[in-house]
């Protein structure tokens, strides 16, 4: 090669190199949401079988294990939630002498984001990540190619069950957040700033609206799918063993927490603005 | 029968199988050897869709089933069953419902059938013991004997088989191959056989088929395969201690 041109591509090499990467992570990235998508949508189709036996019994395992099970966690994150917001909103409405506010401000911050933004880290980090290694153990172990065998479709004997739960208890788990966070912060307003329990509650019911809690339920829905066909795509195209289970479940997680995020904003600007 | 016809795969730019053709007549037990790597196990997956080629076709009788998709794949696949390497038992499942499992899902059979049906497998695979433990609280090979009892509760015309003496002490092997074939001989199923253990194949066999690097090096009843002049061949019997003589010294009575 010319002299002139050898140094004009040595300069030129890291940025195309770089441009490569960035082009096939995007191309990776569209291919793996095509084919979550695909995996959504076949076990989506699937929930009419859910009425058989051993998948109604699969659906109500799942169920306990996403309700029941996560209920410690959630019960200590949403009521120091509560307390957090009101303690933090408290002190700087004291300065204005509304401090009496803060039973509005915890409730409509609750309802809206935290009770749903904050369910869902918990699932994700929990319920996600175990579902990721659960089903990548079985696809590393073979379990998974197995089913495929026998022609059991993995995505209605394992993917439908963990969907339905996800779907399902979301929305119930964000509305025991929302209650004991809205709890935590009356305990935090009558304790420490001279707002009594009854006046919190008034202040609580009375500015936040209807919508406000659809919209947060209709967020946790959503973030339980995600939850779901997240985990289970990682889980199920787990390969390289233990080191395989141990990406997907680290993907898992990193992928839900960022989707959780940016769909919220998505869901809080199509029904606010 | 199962036809190879022309076969061609990669992997990671690899080229694992290099346009293989080849044939499995009904009711044999077809071996596959090979060192680790060559080829016998991405071979096995092929048969049923694991895997598909990038070129090349596969029949099983007139199903074509790198072509096969669905419902049509369903039909094909269940005319197999597997006994993975690791077995591949659902681990939350008892004994008794990994081996339900398919007549649960895919049949409409009644309970009381299921069982029965259930437990007449096992009991030919002398497991009906162990019909409620779950499969953490079993040794390998009994793990291998279960995984078995699943892959022919649908009464399969073909059998295939990873590396099913793998990882087995010398007794329960022997007690592994003595059950396929048995399986072949009483039912009158096709097996496939992927093995690296050549004592088994010898064992075993009505045919063998060496791979190497993708290619086919051998492809012989077991007789003409210990006496073959092809070197990767002679190469890979020596390291097994097996020589023509020492063949059948070794107790491989059923070819002399």
Sequence with gaps: MIAPFKEIYRYLDLPIRSFRRLGNILLIACHDMGNALIMLASATLYIRTIWKPRARRETAQQLYVTGIKSLGVITVVAFFTGMILALQTGLELRRFGQEVNIGTAVTIVMIREMGPFMTALIIAASVGSAIAAQLGTMAVSEEISALEVMSINPNRFLVMPRLVALAVMMPILTVYTNILGILGGGIVGSTQLGVAFQAYLDNATRYAENKDLYVGLFKAFVFGIIIATVSCYQGLNTTEGAVGVGRATRQTVIISFLMILIVGYMITRLFYI | ?256
């Design chain 2, 1 to 256: 029968m199962i036809t190879f016809d022309k076969v061609t795969k990669q992997l990671g730019g690899k080229t694992v199988l290099n346009g293989i053709s080849f044939e499995v007549p009904k009711g044999e037990t077809f071996v596959i050897v090979g060192l680790s790597g060559a080829g016998k196990s991405v071979t096995l997956k092929h048969m049923v869709q694991l895997m598909r080629p990038d070129s090349g076709m596969i029949r099983i009788g007139d199903d074509i089933i790198n072509e096969a998709r669905g419902a049509e794949l369903e039909r094909v696949r269940r005319r197999f069953g597997v006994l993975f390497q690791s077995a591949a038992l659902l681990k939350w499942l008892t004994v008794f419902e990994n081996v339900a499992l398919p007549l649960r899902e895919l049949t409409k059979m009644g309970e009381e059938e299921i069982e029965k049906t259930v437990r007449e497998k096992l009991r030919l695979l002398n497991m009906e013991e162990s019909m409620d433990v779950f499969p953490s609280d079993l040794s390998g090979g009994m793990q291998k004997r279960v995984g078995l009892a699943r892959a022919i509760v649908m009464n399969p015309e073909i059998i295939l088989y990873d590396e099913p003496t793998s990882g087995l002490d010398p007794v329960t092997s022997r007690l592994i191959d003595k059950l396929i074939e048995d399986l072949r001989r009483e039912l009158g199923i096709t097996s496939v056989v992927v093995t690296h253990d050549l004592h088994s194949a010898l064992a075993i066999g009505t045919r063998i088929m060496m791979i190497d690097g993708g290619e086919i090096v051998e492809n012989a009843s077991p007789e003409d395969f210990i006496k073959s002049n092809n070197e990767t061949v002679k190469r890979f019997l020596e390291s097994q201690y097996i020589t023509r003589r020492g063949a059948w010294e070794k107790g491989m009575e059923k070819h002399v």
